[in-house]
C-alpha cells in the first residue's frame, strides 16, 4: 500500500503493476486509468466514499449509532454521515 497526492501518484503509476486500487477524487480517478491503460492493467476505483444506510424510526438510535461507527472504523478518516429521518426519505421517494 502506498499513500500520495496526485503527482507522485501518477509519477509512481508510469510503472507497471499487476492490478492497482485506488482511492480519492474524480480527478485522482482518471489519472489511475490513463496511467493502467498503456499496461491493460485492471483498476477498482472507490471515489466518493458513500455509504448510505437506512434507519428506521423504530430503531433504537444509541445501539444503531454504535453499530455503524463500529463498522466504518477502519475507515474512519473517510466517514461520512448524513442524517435523515423517515419524513425526509419519504419526501424524496
Request: glycine share 8%; charged share 20%.
Amino acid at each position: 500500500m502506498i499513500e500520495a497526492e496526485l503527482e507522485d501518484t501518477k509519477l509512481l503509476l508510469t510503472n507497471p503493476f499487476d492490478y492497482i486500487f485506488a482511492t480519492g477524487s474524480v480527478g485522482m480517478g482518471k489519472a489511475v486509468m490513463a496511467a493502467a491503460a498503456p499496461h491493460l492493467t485492471p483498476v477498482t476505483l472507490e471515489l466518493g466514499g458513500k455509504s448510505p444506510c437506512y434507519i428506521d424510526d423504530n430503531a433504537d438510535i444509541e445501539l444503531t449509532t454504535k453499530r455503524i461507527l463500529w463498522g466504518n472504523a477502519p475507515l474512519i478518516n473517510q466517514l461520512r454521515l448524513g442524517i435523515l429521518n423517515a419524513k425526509s426519505i419519504n419526501s424524496l421517494i
